[in-house]
């Protein structure tokens, strides 16, 4: 099972909300990401954890504030949005999250939610 | 960090025709992935190809690691074909943070 899960497909919030995004796995994976994609580009990374432990921050806002409880399990809260942090949100996962030289690691994503911050 | 470019940037063909598609990157690396993102949004693995040549039904991939570029071909293109295809590579060596490509947009005409 190469699947990873997110909910909901779609968000619609006002920027005065308080949403979550949930994220799952159930491949044995201990590190799982965060992307946000804009309409038009690539995605671009915003958290790592590895072993429910956040080891990469791209320096995002405080108003998005990830949380690992578990290893199959990642949640991104959202809180005092703005407009421009509409876009689409990509979770992925992947063996361990610390591949080094001459250690390859592929990276499975979920099919995202297309967030509309009002 | 890495740049990676991918060309070309837009490409419209009809239904059973062939297509190349280009990833160039700026430095070494050790892991390379194509995916096709559908029009949903969902990203697919298609390749981990950080060297060598490998197939996967009508697709193939080649990484030339020492000429710092891969190519990802499609043959006799299906309408499901149509999408995004991004290239991405580490951002150093071993690194877990995957720099994506600029994406080539494929439109396959029936």
């Known amino acids: 099972d190469t699947e990873v899960t997110q909910t909901p497909k779609h968000l619609v919030m006002g920027m005065t909300n308080k949403k979550s995004l949930k994220c799952e796995q159930h491949?044995?994976?201990?590190?799982m990401y965060w992307y946000k994609q804009k309409a038009k580009k690539p995605p671009e990374l915003m958290f790592v954890?590895?072993?429910?432990?956040?080891?990469i921050n791209e320096s995002v806002p405080s108003r998005f504030s990830p949380e690992c409880p578990n290893s199959s399990l990642l949640n991104l809260h959202l809180h005092a949005l703005q407009p421009e942090d509409s876009a689409l949100y990509l979770c992925?996962?992947?063996?361990?999250?610390?591949?080094?030289?001459?250690?390859?690691?592929?990276?499975?994503f979920g099919p995202g939610t297309r967030l509309l911050v009002l | 960090g890495i740049q990676v470019e991918q060309s070309p940037p837009d490409l419209i063909l009809q239904e059973g025709a062939n297509s190349t598609l280009r990833c160039n990157f700026s430095?070494?690396?050790?892991?390379l992935q194509w995916f096709h993102q559908n029009p949903w949004g969902q990203l697919i693995n298609l390749f981990y190809i950080p060297s060598g040549t490998k197939q996967n039904g009508r697709l193939s991939a080649t990484t030339v690691a020492t000429e710092r570029y891969s190519l990802l071909y499609i043959s006799s293109s299906q309408t499901t074909d149509s999408g995004v295809y991004f290239c991405a590579v580490p951002r150093t060596l071993g690194n877990e943070k995957l720099t994506f490509g600029t994406g080539t947009r494929l439109t396959i005409i029936p």
């Open positions: 954890y590895s072993y429910e432990k956040l080891s």
């Open positions: 491949m044995g994976h201990r590190a």
């Open positions: 430095d070494s690396v050790n892991n």
């Open positions: 992925a996962s992947s063996l361990s999250g610390t591949s080094g030289p001459g250690r390859l690691e592929t990276q499975y």
